[in-house]
C-alpha cells in the first residue's frame, strides 16, 4: 500500500494494490474510488485533502493484533 499526498493540488491518494486502473468513480463529491478490470478497489483520491483531513502531511500506520 502506498500514500502520497500532493501540497500542490492538495489531493491525498491511498493505491491499495499495483493493477492497472480500469475504472473510476466519484461515489461522494472530491471521493474517487478507482477499480481494476474485475471491480476490485485498488485505489483512493481525497481531493481538497486538507478540508477533509486532519493533517494530511502526516500518516500514521498501526498494525492491530
Not at 502506498?2 to 461522494?28: H, W
Not at 463529491?29 to 483512493?44: A, H, M, Q, S, T
Not at 483520491?45 to 498494525?63: G, M, Q, T, W, Y
Amino acid at each position: 500500500m502506498k500514500a502520497t499526498y500532493d501540497v500542490e493540488t492538495d489531493t491525498l491518494t491511498l493505491v491499495f494494490s499495483d493493477s492497472q486502473v480500469q475504472e473510476s468513480d466519484e461515489e461522494k463529491p472530491g471521493v474517487i474510488l478507482d477499480y481494476d478490470k474485475e471491480g476490485r478497489l485498488v485505489g483512493l483520491e481525497i481531493l481538497d485533502a486538507s478540508k477533509r483531513v486532519s493533517n494530511p502531511r502526516n500518516f500514521e500506520f498501526a498494525v492491530a493484533g
